[in-house]
Every structure is written in structure tokens, then in C-alpha cells.
T-cell receptor
Framework: AQKVTQAQTEISVVEKEDVTLDCVYE???????LFWYKQPPSGELVFLIR??????QNEISGRYSWNFQKSTSSFNFTITASQVVDSAVYFC????????????FGDGTTLTVKP | ETGVTQSPTHLIKTRGQQVTLRCSSQ?????VSWYQQALGQGPQFIFQ???????GRGNFPPRFSGLQFPNYSSELNVNALELDDSALYLC??????????????FGPGTRLLVL
């Protein structure tokens, strides 16, 4: 069975601060995908990134960066110079057998960025 | 915009009734997955349909059933509604390519309230 843990239920920061959202996963499979999604108040999950289990390179996309460490089963997400528009619920998810459509999600971290 | 639409956006039913939720996938996507998201939790995988056949199921009872049609639309049916079925129901479409489904795209969801 797979499990995703997002220990931080809520995080509040002031605009322009950096913030890191933690994600720890459990799986016995050697081939899997890891994802981050953003869910604004409207409810629609917005895909942010996919990482293949064989690719441990970190990735940067604008103010977003992701740190994947298989040794600690973690896939953390950092927002640099946060903005009010970053306020949302962020979910980490895991899927095995290269099937993104059967993902196991964490319970999310609610990020509030104050002006 | 992901190109995935769902209807209705909101729905109120009473316990014991039946409900049908609809999803229109992104054009060309041969796979649809359904998730249930209870308040304050992450989405939970209900089932997946690939080329109109069920392709995996999460830990949900048989009163949750689905259909997928050739025109990229799909349905989630729930019989004998219970209070705990109150949740946001999300569908996500993806394209299976040689067994891989790398990314899924979510619709805005249907909020179901069971009284």
C-alpha cells in the first residue's frame, strides 16, 4: 500500500518570505511518480510538477523548486519570495506503475500568504 | 483551464437517494479517474476507466459505479446515498500511452451535500 504524509496542516507566511512544504511518501514499488498540485478556493486541482522515481534531479520553475530525495522518501516543495496569489491548499501525491490516474494523495497543506 | 468539465457544480440530495455526476474529459484522453475529497482531506481514488472498461478501484463499496462513453464523457453513479458521501467529487482525464499515464488533468469538481 502507498501512503503520503504532509505533516504541516497549515502554514502562514508574510509576502516575500520563502516557504517549504514537506512531503514524505511510502511505497514498496521501485517505479513511481510523485506530484504536487495546487488547489485554490475554486476547488480545481492544478498540476504543478511530476517527478519520476528514477530521476532525482531537483527542479526549478520560476519561484518554485522541488527537492526529491529517495534516501529519505521525501519530495519537498519550496516557494521563493511568496506572493498572496500563492495562497492555496497544496497536495503531494504518489502513483505507482506509471499510472498517474491512480494517485494516493496526502491531506494537504494550507498555505496563507499575508500581504 | 484543463479542458475537463463537470456537471453539476453543486448538488443537494437526501439520504437513500441516487445521484449521477458527469464529466467531460479532455479531447483525445482515453482514461478517466474519479476521486472523492472530503472536507479537509486529500482526494481519495474511487476508480478509473480506460477505453470504457473499469481499470482499477479504490476502497469504495459497489454502490459507487461508473461509466465511460466513446465521446470522452463519463459518469459516476452513487446509490443509496449516505451522509458521509457529502464531499467534492473530482474527475481527472489522462492519456494512456504504451501503458504510461504521466499526467492527469482535473475538472472543477461537483460538490455533493447529502442531508
Amino acid at each position: 500500500a502507498q501512503k503520503v504524509t504532509q505533516a504541516q496542516t497549515e502554514i502562514s507566511v508574510v509576502e516575500k518570505e520563502d516557504v517549504t512544504l514537506d512531503c514524505v511518501y511510502e511505497t514498496r514499488d521501485t517505479t513511481y511518480y510523485l506530484f504536487w498540485y495546487k488547489q485554490p478556493p475554486s476547488g480545481e486541482l492544478v498540476f504543478l510538477i511530476r517527478r519520476n522515481s528514477f530521476d532525482e534531479q531537483n527542479e526549478i520553475s520560476g519561484r518554485y523548486s522541488w527537492n526529491f530525495q529517495k534516501s529519505t522518501s521525501s519530495f519537498n516543495f519550496t516557494i521563493t519570495a511568496s506572493q498572496v496569489v500563492d495562497s492555496a491548499v497544496y497536495f503531494c501525491a504518489l502513483s505507482v506503475n506509471t499510472n498517474a490516474g491512480k494517485s494516493t494523495f496526502g491531506d494537504g497543506t494550507t498555505l496563507t500568504v499575508k500581504p | 483551464e484543463t479542458g475537463v468539465t463537470q456537471s453539476p457544480t453543486h448538488l443537494i440530495k437526501t439520504r437513500g437517494q441516487q445521484v449521477t455526476l458527469r464529466c467531460s474529459s479532455q479531447s483525445g484522453h482515453n482514461t478517466v479517474s474519479w476521486y472523492q475529497q472530503a472536507l479537509g482531506q486529500g482526494p481519495q481514488f474511487i476508480f478509473q476507466y480506460y477505453r470504457e472498461e473499469e481499470n482499477g478501484r479504490g476502497n469504495f463499496p459497489p454502490r459507487f459505479s461508473g461509466l465511460q462513453f466513446p465521446n470522452y464523457s463519463s459518469e459516476l453513479n452513487v446509490n443509496a446515498l449516505e451522509l458521509d458521501d457529502s464531499a467534492l467529487y473530482l474527475c481527472a482525464s489522462s492519456l494512456a500511452n504504451r501503458g504510461n499515464q504521466e499526467t492527469q488533468y482535473f475538472g472543477p469538481g461537483t460538490r455533493l451535500l447529502v442531508l
